[in-house]
Every structure is written in structure tokens, then in C-alpha cells.
């Protein structure tokens, strides 16, 4: 009987690492993914020296939205390769070379933060002045969006603002559990070779929460293809919106998404005394006796939405046809400033901040 020495065991043991085929990849556009990066075949998964999973998450994940999407520093998280949404390090403010577009949960997750960002399940606490219900929460302004009013309808939520779902932003809001919200929308996420994905009613016939804009079901845009990471003028997210939308009958914009559950908190549109809120979903004047209309270069400090959906970003603004929207002023998920706003409004312009309000209202400055 013939017996192998350790040489030859070696040698075939790499003779079969090497024809064996590898484990498929998963496109993410930036970058693959092993399905293994992702997902356990067990029930029982150690994610730390102290911390097992003795019960497994929906699809086998290793991991929930919060745990991919954090990190201590940069754009992605290790080793997912993920946004990273919410820095477990102050990122020392919002913007290019700090955080992404959305901005940054890092805030509303320390003391006394509720007013700096959303306070998603997981990462803060309920906001202790406004409790569950969203402000500006109105199940009518919105009737009938693609996949459904939230559960308890005109009640008081009864649940915590969550990542996706029928209580969060992405996904699909007929599904309670973020994860089940959002099947299927990482495997067959539309962009490829690093290139930027654009939906509008080309990509989004179908409602797919993949090929809507940042996975926000049935909403328009231009993605980035570094979240803004290192955002120009030129370079940039492309929001859609609608001019005069104060019925919020346009389902695709992006203030619409605001709108599920904040309802016409921004469409006091008019002279009615008192003015209590800025108006959104308007373009900016095009009256050349408006300062408005001085608003022709693109700034990342004052966003605003296109009325088509471009193939490329642009650092050119047109009044009359560009429109201001919520995020023109405000963070997705939040940011170092009250409001979840893009700049310090309460110390504005005594600290010699030349940005905010004063790039539309160019003569207030």
C-alpha cells in the first residue's frame, strides 16, 4: 500500500486549491462581493469576542443595516465596502473629505443630539420632544405612494424611525422588517464598472426598490458614484423635483420622499401672514429684479433639483427652472447643526460662514 509524505500532501493540497472554482461574486459596483462577506450558513455567527448571533437575521446576514454602514472613518466601511452613514468618530462636520451626501448619524447618536439627525432604531434613542410621530405627520399628503401608507395610517406611529421599511426611508414600505424591505436591492443594485446610476421612468418602470435613486422606492436622481465623497460643483448628486408640487401629486421627487412622512410641513407657499416656513418644491425666480436669479453656479451648500433627471451632473444652475427642494437645506440623515440643516443657521453670518441663505438670497449677505 502506497503512503504519501507530507511533501506530496502539501503539493496536492495545492493542486486543489487551485482548480477548484472560486466563490462567486456579487457586482455591488463598488466593489465585488463574496456572498461570504455577507451572509453565514449557520444560525450561530460570532461578530466579536463577546457577541453571537444564536438566532439568524432575515436572508442569513451576518450583519444588519447599521453594522455594514458604519466605520470609524472615510468614505466605506471595512470589510464591506459600504457608504459609511454613520461614523463612530466625529467626522469633524458634513460635506466633501467628511461624510457623504446624507451627512452623518454621528451626532444624533450623542447626548442631546435629537435636533442633528434622524433618530433611526439602533443607533439613537427616541427624540425625547417629539416622541415616535414624525413632525409634520399627515397620512393624507400622501395618499396612495407606491407601496402604501404606513401601518397604523392617521394614528401615532407606534414604532421607531428604522433604516427602511414601512417606518424608515428605503426600500419597500409594504414590509416592517428593513431587511425584507429591502430584498433583492443590493444583488441587483443598477450600477456597473463604477459608473453612476440614474433613475428616472426608464430604470423605475417597474418600482423596483433596486433601480430607484439610492434605493428609496419610486424616487428619481442621479447618483454620485462616490456618494459625494469627493463632490464638486460639477460633480455631484441629481435631485428631481417638480415646480409648484404643493399637493405632492409627483411620487418620483425627492421632496415627495420627505413628504411620506412630513407631510405639506413645507408648502405654506404664499404672502398669508404669518410666514412660518420656507417653501420647497418652487423654482427659483427667474425676475432678473430677484436676487435669486444671481444663482447660476451649482453650490454643494445649497442643493437644488432639476425637472428631468440628467445623465450628468452640471455646475450650472437656471432660474426659473432648477427647483428648491428640502434637501437644498437640509441633511438626509443628519449633520453637526440643529434641524438637521446644512450650515450653523442660529450663528449665521456672525461666525463668517458666506454660505446657506446667501446663496440664493445673494443681496441678504
Same mark, same amino acid.
Given at each position: 500500500?502506497? !503512503?504519501?509524505?507530507? =511533501?506530496?500532501?502539501?503539493? /496536492? ?33 460570532? =461578530? ?5 448571533? !444564536?438566532?439568524?437575521?432575515? +436572508? ?17 466601511? +471595512?470589510?464591506? *465596502? ?20 446624507? &451627512?452623518? +448619524? ?48 392617521? #394614528? ?5 424611525? @428604522?433604516?427602511?421599511? @414601512? ?21 441587483? *443594485?443598477?450600477?456597473?464598472? #463604477? ?6 421612468? !426608464? ?8 433601480? $430607484? ?16 465623497? *469627493? ?6 448628486? =441629481? ?15 425627492? $421632496? ?6 412630513? &407631510?405639506?410641513?413645507?408648502? %405654506? ?10 417653501? @420647497?418644491?418652487?423654482? /427659483?425666480?427667474?425676475? @432678473? ?9 451649482? %453650490? ?11 445623465? *450628468? ?37 456672525? #461666525?463668517?460662514? !458666506? ?11
Amino acid at each position: 500500500m502506497k !503512503t504519501w509524505s507530507t =511533501e506530496n500532501l502539501i503539493i /496536492l493540497l495545492i493542486i486543489v486549491m487551485v482548480t477548484l472554482p472560486t466563490a462567486p461574486e456579487i457586482s455591488y459596483g463598488i466593489p465585488s462581493q463574496l456572498c461570504s462577506n455577507c451572509h453565514t450558513m449557520h444560525a450561530s455567527y460570532f =461578530e466579536g469576542p463577546t457577541h453571537k448571533v !444564536t438566532t439568524p437575521r432575515s +436572508f442569513l446576514l451576518k450583519i444588519d443595516c447599521i453594522g455594514c454602514h458604519s466605520g470609524s472613518s472615510g468614505p466605506t466601511s +471595512f470589510p464591506y *465596502n459600504a457608504p459609511i452613514v454613520y461614523h463612530t468618530s466625529n467626522p469633524g462636520g458634513t460635506g466633501p473629505g467628511k461624510t457623504l451626501a446624507g &451627512g452623518d +448619524f454621528y451626532w444624533v447618536a450623542q447626548s442631546g443630539g435629537d435636533r442633528k439627525g434622524h433618530n433611526v432604531a439602533g443607533i439613537a434613542n427616541n427624540d425625547i420632544t417629539l416622541g415616535l410621530t414624525p413632525p409634520g405627520w399627515d397620512p393624507t399628503a400622501t395618499s396612495g405612494f407606491i407601496y402604501g401608507q404606513v401601518a397604523n395610517g392617521a #394614528n401615532p406611529w407606534n414604532k421607531q424611525l @428604522t433604516c427602511a421599511g @414601512t417606518y424608515g426611508c428605503h426600500g419597500n414600505h409594504n414590509f416592517q422588517d428593513p431587511l425584507v424591505a429591502l430584498k433583492g436591492a443590493h444583488h441587483n *443594485n443598477a450600477k456597473v464598472n #463604477n459608473s453612476a446610476t440614474k433613475a428616472d421612468s !426608464t430604470t423605475v418602470s417597474t418600482y423596483t426598490v433596486a433601480g $430607484s435613486y439610492r434605493f428609496l422606492a419610486n424616487i428619481y436622481g442621479l447618483e454620485a458614484v462616490d456618494w459625494e465623497w *469627493n463632490a464638486t460643483n460639477a460633480t455631484h448628486n =441629481e435631485y428631481y423635483g417638480v415646480n409648484g408640487n404643493a399637493n405632492y401629486n409627483n411620487k418620483n421627487t425627492i $421632496s415627495y420622499l420627505c413628504a411620506e412622512c412630513h &407631510g405639506y410641513f413645507h408648502s %405654506n407657499i404664499g404672502s398669508g401672514s404669518p410666514w412660518l416656513r420656507h417653501p @420647497t418644491d418652487i423654482a /427659483l425666480p427667474s425676475d @432678473t429684479n430677484k436676487d435669486y436669479t444671481n444663482y447660476r453656479s451649482y %453650490n454643494l451648500a445649497a442643493p437644488v433639483a432639476r425637472p428631468t433627471v440628467p445623465s *450628468n451632473s452640471s455646475s450650472t444652475v437656471t432660474p426659473g427652472q432648477d427647483i428648491v427642494i428640502c434637501l437644498s437645506c437640509h441633511r438626509a440623515h443628519g449633520s453637526e447643526n440643529d434641524y438637521i440643516l446644512r450650515w450653523d443657521y442660529k450663528n449665521w453670518p456672525s #461666525n463668517g460662514q !458666506t454660505i446657506g441663505c446667501s446663496v440664493c438670497h445673494i443681496s441678504k449677505y
